[in-house]
């Protein structure tokens, strides 16, 4: 168990400590995989305390609220003795993919969590419960507890009523039991086109609940599912499926989002009919709805991210700018930095707004103590030292904190280049850095004097001109005897290296780039991507790809996992110094 008590608490850990303390699932028994009341009955008692699990369709790329939801479950049930299930919500015949199921994989590790515990692992598909499922829609029908109804579906949606009107009852509600079965039985058989009859549960059409106006549980479809084939041409509805996952996994703890509050009425009254039929085994997981992470200027409705790959507003699924984790893992952003956004946010009641300076926060926090310091200039500018010849060994440390990492080396030569915005011919007021005149140290370099600038033909500035002041080295005795406002950083012109720097901002200049109907394509941000080509010094000249590190004053930056290679170095940045959310 890691140190819950160090952590905030929150309603969801109050729930689990709550059913600890109440010893709700003490004795409960697993038989080591997922199964019905009687496979579970000779297991040993559960060795893990509370199951969480993270239920994902394998429908698209996991996004940043996927990742708080995986933080969320694989988290606690860590903090608590617990195990979280991996499980594939794959009911759905028609939209699930393989690559998505191993780009889920591959995101969840990357968090940094695990579905093995004991050496058994906990990854599980909902398609391997379909035997089962139908098994209890069976036992439903024969307790006189589902029908199958033939109405269309248009006469459906008019018979369910609405929030004012309770629904009227289906003509084909009264079938006898017998008739029931030999209808589903029709409707396995694939004799039934799609969409030609329903099994309904039998609940309340006047039950104020809409959810409880005899919600569908099974349709036709003929459709070839990824795990099962052509064996089916029934399949169940998620409000059906998902309680028997929870419930044949023996989770304990079943978090979702509040969207799904007003089905916690029919995820009970199934498992509870389920439970009493001798199907499943008890104590029956119980659901607890917390509010969705909503991240201000990010969109995740998978559709949309969809649209901007497609239609090229974005470089693809990973492309730095995109809330999907390989967007922001691609952009830098580190597993810890995620995990740690994900507690700072809580679990709360209702939907909570967030600006990505909590991510950026978090990110500065991780990396601070363990990012190699370089300098790198984004935006070069020559600099000519003109009583100065030769190149002088500079040392830095790699971390100022942390003198074991070692020292980086560089040369101080004649001509050096620097931020363009680091010289101003005429300084505006407060300007401390280079303007004809002035002195200021060149860090772990010297201080030097600037005397002026040269210009081309058009008056642009092509090189600032200065001298340096002898015995004023970073580091060396009485180097502080003269006095500077001002402390720029560079790179020599001789070892420099050049790289490839991408600089990002928020992709769209709303909060809320889709509310009320808006089309999102309006709001996109034109400046959300710039490259420059910079220069680094050459200590980052060998770094791998997906390295990051600290430019000195301008920010956390990663080498590309993509594009980045020796001889062609390309750095993302990551986030500034400092909050600069706006
Ligand atoms: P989306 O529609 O946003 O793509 P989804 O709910 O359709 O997401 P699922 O694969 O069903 O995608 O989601 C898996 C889990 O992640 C669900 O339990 C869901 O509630 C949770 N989840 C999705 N988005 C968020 C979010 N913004 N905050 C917290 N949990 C989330
Ligand atoms: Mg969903």
């Known amino acids: 168990m890691s140190d819950v008590a160090a952590k905030p608490t929150n309603f969801l850990r109050q729930i689990i400590e709550r059913d600890l303390a109440e010893r709700l699932n003490d004795g409960q028994r697993f038989a080591g995989s997922p199964g019905d009341a009687a496979h579970h009955a000779q297991g040993p008692i559960d060795s893990a305390k509370i199951r969480t699990r993270f239920p994902p369709e394998p429908n698209g790329y996991l996004h940043i609220g996927h990742a708080k939801s995986i933080c969320l479950n694989f988290g606690l049930a860590a903090d608590y003795g617990g195990i979280c299930h991996l499980r594939f919500d794959d009911t759905n015949p028609e939209k699930e993919e393989q690559e998505f199921v191993d780009a889920i994989i591959e995101a969840v590790h990357w968090l940094g969590f695990d579905w093995n515990a004991g050496g058994v692992s906990h990854l599980f598909y909902a398609s391997s419960y379909f035997d089962f499922m139908a098994r209890a829609a069976e036992a439903l029908i024969d307790d006189g507890l589902a029908y199958v109804d033939e109405q269309s579906a248009d006469e459906m949606r008019a018979t369910r009523g609405d929030f004012n009107t309770p629904g009227t009852n289906s003509p084909f509600r009264a079938r006898s039991v017998a008739e ?58 998620y409000t059906f499926a998902h309680p028997i996952e929870d419930a044949l996994e023996r989770i304990t703890h079943s978090f979702c989002t509040l969207e799904f509050e007003d089905q916690r009425p029919f995820y009970d009254w199934l498992l509870e009919h389920l439970a009493r039929l001798g199907l499943l085994a008890t104590p029956l997981p119980k659901q607890h709805e917390f509010g969705r992470l909503n991240i201000k200027g990010v969109m995740t409705s998978k559709r ?39 507690e700072r946010t809580g679990a709360s009641k209702t939907n909570i707004w967030v600006g990505m300076d909590v991510l950026d926060g978090a990110l500065r926090e991780d990396l601070e103590g363990q990012a190699a310091r ?193 001889g062609h170095l390309v750095f993302n940045r990551i986030t500034g110094l400092k909050d600069g959310y706006k």
């Open 374 to 566: 370089a300098m790198a200039v984004i935006d070069p500018l020559k600099l000519k030292l003109t009583n100065w010849t030769e190149v002088l060994p500079c040392r830095a440390p790699v971390h100022p904190q942390r003198p074991e990492l070692g020292h980086r080396e560089f040369g101080f030569g004649p001509e050096l280049w620097i931020e363009r915005d680091d010289f101003a011919e005429t300084p505006p007021k407060g300007f401390f850095r280079l303007f004809p005149g002035n002195k200021v140290r060149l860090k772990y370099g010297y201080i030097v004097e600037c005397t002026g600038c040269e210009k081309d033909a058009d008056g642009n500035v092509t090189a600032v001109l200065a001298t340096v002041l002898p015995d004023t080295k970073s580091g060396t005795p009485g180097a502080d005897a003269v006095k500077v406002k001002g402390t720029i950083t560079w790179v020599g012109a001789h070892d420099a290296v050049p790289a490839e720097l991408r600089l990002f901002e928020r992709l769209f200049t709303e909060d809320q780039p889709d509310a009320d109907g808006r089309d999102f394509r309006s709001v996109l941000n034109p400046a959300s991507r710039r490259v420059v080509h910079g220069y680094v010094e050459p200590s980052v000249a060998s770094c791998a790809a997906e390295t990051r590190l600290q430019f000195e004053r301008h920010g956390y930056f990663v080498a590309d996992r993509v594009d980045h290679r020796s």
């Open 304 to 342: 949309k991210l969809k649209a901007l790959v497609d239609e090229k507003h974005v470089s693809g699924w990973d492309d730095p700018r995109m809330p999907t984790i390989f967007g922001l893992r691609r952009r830098g952003y580190t597993p810890a930095s995620l995990r740690l956004m994900a």
């Open 180 to 237: 029931n079965s030999a209808r589903w039985a029709e409707m396995k058989s694939g004799r039934m086109a799609d969409g030609a009859a329903v099994l309904r549960a039998k609940i309340d059409m006047a039950s104020p609940n809409i959810n409880l106006r005899d919600p569908a549980i099974y349709r036709i479809k003929h459709a070839t599912h990824h795990a099962t084939g052509d064996a089916w041409c029934v399949y169940p509805m």
